[in-house]
């Protein structure tokens, strides 16, 4: 089981969350370490480490307004740690979560190359 | 400047897991909420409240004895004294925000908030509606 392929079930489970506007930082324009580690990976905002029977996902994030950062925050994490252990049998040992910015409508208009699709 | 000073952040009360995991277990990991999101934040929170375009709006976040102290700069809309139906004077709809935002910005982000300040900068007439 490579990185990238817990990375891609990762993804899929975490955009599925309600709340979750998209994987990744969505506007380059700040910096940290896990950040910085993830948004550039193979998979856009996911990054896993895989030993033989253990994995760790970290997952960079921008969130929709509206909803409790925490709560959502939580629910990707139990939506990743549920569907990385039962599609790839791997213990998912952590899930951390980085909420690195927050979609507001309207606020990112005058830039639309920060958009993400 | 991309972590919220620890202080700010009090101790989650505990949610009972989701009924995508096992019963009992809740998955482990850490979450972090960036400089940048907070920022958003208060933004849409301080546009809604104050019914301005959130791109109008700028944020300041500093450190307040331990909590967060939000700094909201932005131009208040306008109606003209004519109107059938005229906004509370600015003073007041500034003043009045304050705690609705707080309230609403520590219920999206968990963050306390210990002070909002609320700089007018400039005046919206209603008429000509910055665009967004």
């Known amino acids: 089981m490579t990185p990238t392929a817990v990375a891609k079930v990762a993804a899929v489970a975490a955009s599925a969350v309600r709340g979750v506007h998209a994987l990744g930082t969505g506007a380059p324009r700040a910096f940290g370490a896990l950040r910085e580690a993830v948004a550039h990976g193979a998979v856009p905002g996911v990054a896993a480490e895989v030993g033989t029977t253990q994995a760790a996902v970290d997952i960079v994030l921008t969130a929709e307004f509206g909803r409790p950062l925490y709560d959502l925050a939580d629910d990707v994490r139990a939506a990743v740690h549920d569907a990385v252990e039962h599609q790839t049998g791997l213990q998912v040992i952590e899930v951390n979560v980085e909420v690195a910015d927050v979609h507001v409508p309207g606020l990112h208009a005058e830039h639309p190359a920060a958009e993400q699709p | ?132």
């Open chain 2, 1 to 132: 400047m991309t972590a919220l000073p620890g202080p700010a952040l009090p101790p989650r009360p505990q949610r009972p897991p989701s009924s995508a995991v096992r019963p009992g277990v809740r998955p482990a990991g850490h979450t972090r909420i960036a400089t940048q999101a907070l920022s958003s934040v208060a933004q849409g929170v301080a546009g809604q409240v104050l019914d301005v375009p959130p791109s109008a709006v700028r944020v300041g976040l500093h450190d307040e004895f331990g909590s967060l102290a939000l700094v909201l700069s932005l131009p208040m809309p306008l109606r003209p004294l004519a109107a059938p139906q005229p906004l509370p004077p600015v003073w007041k709809r500034a003043r009045d925000a304050r705690k609705t935002v707080r309230e609403r910005f520590t219920a999206l982000t968990g963050a306390h908030v210990g002070r909002v300040d609320v700089r007018v900068t400039g005046i919206l007439p209603e008429t000509v509606r910055r665009p967004a």
